[in-house]
T-cell receptor, first 109, second 117 residues
């Protein structure tokens, strides 16, 4: 399985944008980039996914580098409810998800 | 719409006891999964199912059994609980998807916190 690398932790101020990076230098052409987040004491929650083009949904935006070796999850305006562990995962079709340790995001009021 | 429901939410067992964790989904999803999460770690896949009557091993299947007798339910069994199985267990489900749109998000329950003494 291709692996991803994320910072262990990040902090951001409330109501400011947050850019969460993910490196995946060994990504293959058929790997999709998925992002999930896990709020305290809850199960993971799907955030967004993409293949080559940038993607937007109501929760976040996903910016994918042209060579696909890195991507960035963008939360446009962080709130306290966005404090969570964010997981960047490569996935092919309906293959199983392989979770790393993710990035713990702290929002400062 | 309840989504994915796990029961029980908490349980304490003694070493050697057996129990079954129940996962139920009301979204008519084909795929179902059982994960465990240990402190400070990501989720690890125990077993999964690609449809009613089918099961397959994941990354850490030893000490667990599963059954998918009904499409909406996926049961995880511990025949003889061990302290190493103390963990938080998460169930997830996802739809089959069609053609190139096979990358379907997984929907997770809120977990079962299991302690084995």
């Amino acid at each position: 399985d291709a692996k991803t690398t994320q910072p262990n932790s990040m902090e951001s101020n409330e109501e400011e944008p947050v850019h969460l990076p993910c490196n995946h230098s060994t990504i293959s052409g058929t790997d999709y980039i998925h992002w999930y987040r896990q709020l305290p004491s809850q199960g993971p929650e799907y955030v967004i996914h993409g293949l080559t083009s940038n993607v937007n949904n109501r929760m976040a935006s996903l910016a994918i580098a042209e060579d696909r070796k890195s991507s960035t999850l963008i939360l446009h305006r962080a709130t306290l409810r966005d404090a969570a562990v964010y997981y960047c995962i490569l996935r092919r079709g309906n293959e199983k998800l392989t979770f790393g340790t993710g990035t713990r995001l702290t929002i400062i009021p | 719409n309840a989504g994915v429901t796990q029961t029980p939410k908490f349980r304490v067992l003694k070493t050697g006891q057996s129990m079954t964790l129940l996962c139920a989904q009301d979204m008519n999803h084909e795929y179902m999964y059982w994960y465990r999460q240990d402190p400070g770690m990501g989720l690890r896949l125990i077993h999964y199912s690609v449809g009613e009557g089918t099961t397959a091993k994941g990354e850490v299947p030893d000490g667990y059994n599963v059954s998918r007798l009904k499409k909406q339910n996926f049961l995880l069994g511990l025949e003889s609980a061990a302290p190493s199985q103390t963990s938080v267990y998460f169930c997830a489900s996802s739809p089959l998807g069609q053609g190139d749109h096979s990358n379907q998000p997984q929907h997770f329950g809120d977990g079962t916190r299991l302690s084995i003494l």
